[in-house]
């Protein structure tokens, strides 16, 4: 994988996707692990306009998720030790003793998650079955899955039933939704 300031990892492309790894600094001093999948014809909104992030600086999940959902399912007994990287400890040894802690936990995870999910078929019943969890780690996530959905959809070769996701999309404008559509109508 390659690293972009030494917070996230990615892969190439292959197949207009490619797999990343972030560290995201969350409030105080510890940082979560996020992995997913990014993209190169799914354009988001940044300052009023629609962007890919297709270039090694600009990487983004797409589809992102986090150690939690898998985690509480299966180690409730590790929870306790970390599946989060705290960022301060008085003893070195201490610190470096939880970082393999907590990489020791999550990796598995990522490594699973990478193996579970890899067509867009995969994807899109993944996202599927987060907005039915209803759960609060998903649906606060950026950019929202929903809107992922439509353009997978569209890739996925159902241009008809993205445009219907889109028309049922409840956050853009009708500017912003005919511009998209063009988009779409191009995958």
Known sequence: MKTLDNKTWFTDYENHVRKAVHFRALKGISYEIDFGYNFDFIQVSKSEKLQYNR??????????????PYAA???????????????????????????????NNVIPIIYNYFLRIKT?????????RRIALDNPIY???????????????AKNGEKDK??????????????SKNIIMIKLKSL
């Not at 270039?55 to 939690?68: A, C, G, Q, W």
């Not at 867009?120 to 599927?128: A, G, K, P, R, V």
């Not at 649906?139 to 959809?153: R, S, V």
């Open 120 to 128: 867009y078929d995969e994807m899109i019943n993944e996202i599927d």
């Open 55 to 68: 270039t090694e600086k600009s990487v983004m999940l797409h589809i992102r998720d986090v150690p939690y």
């Open 139 to 153: 649906y606060m996530m950026w950019p929202d899955q929903k809107y992922i959905k439509i353009w997978l959809t």
């Open 162 to 175: 993205a445009f219907q996701l889109l028309k049922e999309y409840p956050y853009l404008s009708e500017e």
């Open 73 to 103: 399912d299966t180690h409730k007994e590790l929870w306790d030790c970390g599946y989060q990287i705290e960022g301060c400890f008085k003893d070195k040894n201490q610190g470096i003793r939880h970082i393999r802690t907590v990489l």
